[in-house]
């Protein structure tokens, strides 16, 4: 496997310029993720390191071989669409081996690697079929075995799982980290998704506007965002960021709220608070806020509570499932060393 480095990385159409100085490195055989809203620039970045997009300035490197001039197929790459790109008329089989083919691979040599991709994936029993016989998770593992037959140094994933239905891209993304740790692969992931992000990467590459916000691993992201971006983006349900005014280790919400703060920082402030981090107290305690619930929503296992105070929005996920119906007043209390602040005008964390 590789090492992949970008360096200083731009992307411009024409005068438009869409990527802006990217640079971050994936170790061999690290499983990174690239994250961001639609339009950030992750998929870009992608086909970049493919070979697919052009490179403006900057470099790519892979095994420490600058690629920028270097054809896609030359680039020991091999990359996974959402939209599988399998030929119809080709049955499974042919499909996996049809880049081998290509390379004029002898066909006992062929039969081998398909077969052993085949066995890890789980394909055996459909080597004959038809890429329409088959499911989505099916078409999509498929897809994963031509690129595993390559035994590419690197593998490319291109939000691979959005076509799926839910319970079957939770399955998918626990059979592509297996995957990835069996083959001990190096590994680019794109997707839009960070609760897919978190559970699969080893590290995350948090985009916006063709920029790099943030880069680390899952967890460091989720309790250390740099900036209110990455606060907002990492984590689901969203986290509260409220605009107030520091001073004097208290920040004022509102006309009728002030919290203490864990911070000697004054001025106008983003003050962030996960919703998984309120805790349901008496109205009228100390450090609370006194909310009105207008949405409540149970998913089993915890519940999400859509809340007002004046006019301030402030969510809450509780994971015992306290009884509020909407419509009830009740005492949300920041828990301590949970909250995070932002300079209101760079939006960068300041505590």
């Not at 990527?19 to 994936?26: I, N, P, Q, T």
């Not at 089989?93 to 006992?108: I, Q």
């Not at 052993?116 to 999509?140: F, I």
Request: charged letters at 20%; glycine letters at 10%; proline letters at 5%.
């Amino acid at each position: 496997m590789a090492q992949v480095s970008i360096r200083d990385l731009e992307k411009a159409y024409g005068v438009t310029k869409v990527m802006h100085g990217v640079s971050f490195d994936v170790a061999d055989g690290e499983f990174v993720a690239l994250v961001g809203p639609s339009g950030c620039g992750k998929s870009t970045l992608l086909r970049m390191i493919a070979g697919l997009e052009d490179i403006s300035s900057g470099t790519v490197s892979i095994a420490g071989r600058v690629v920028n001039e270097v054809e896609p197929k030359e680039r020991d790459i091999a990359m996974v669409f959402q939209n599988y790109a399998l030929y119809p008329h080709m049955t499974v089989r042919e499909n996996m081996g049809f880049s081998l083919k290509l390379r004029g691979g002898a066909k006992a040599d062929i039969a081998k690697s398909v077969g052993v991709a085949a066995e890890v994936l789980g394909l055996t029993p459909y080597l004959e079929r038809m890429p329409k016989q088959l499911s989505g998770g099916q078409r999509q593992r498929v897809a994963m075995g031509r690129a595993i037959v390559r035994q590419p140094a690197v593998f490319l994933f291109d939000e691979p799982l959005s076509n799926l239905d839910a319970a079957l891209r939770v399955q998918m993304r626990a059979e592509i980290r297996a995957l990835h740790e069996r083959l001990g692969s190096t590994s680019i992931f794109v997707t839009h998704d960070q609760v897919e992000a978190m559970t699969m990467a080893d590290r995350i590459v948090v985009m916006r506007a063709g920029r790099l916000e943030q880069a680390g691993a899952p967890l460091d992201l989720y309790d250390h965002p740099e900036n209110a971006f990455v606060a907002g983006f990492i984590g689901s349900p969203a986290m509260n960021l409220l605009l107030g005014q520091a001073g004097g280790g208290q920040v004022k919400l509102s006309d009728a709220l002030t919290l203490p703060l864990e911070s000697a920082a004054s001025g106008a402030v983003l003050y962030g608070i996960r919703p998984e981090h309120l805790e349901l107290v008496p109205i009228g305690t100390s450090g609370s806020i006194t909310a009105t619930a207008n949405v409540v929503e149970s998913t089993g296992t915890a519940m999400f509570v859509g809340c007002n105070s004046g006019e301030l929005t402030v969510h809450a996920l509780f994971s015992d499932r306290p009884q509020i119906k909407r419509g009830d007043a009740i005492g949300l209390r920041p828990k301590p060393g949970l909250s995070h602040l932002f300079s209101a005008e760079t939006q960068q964390r300041i505590g």
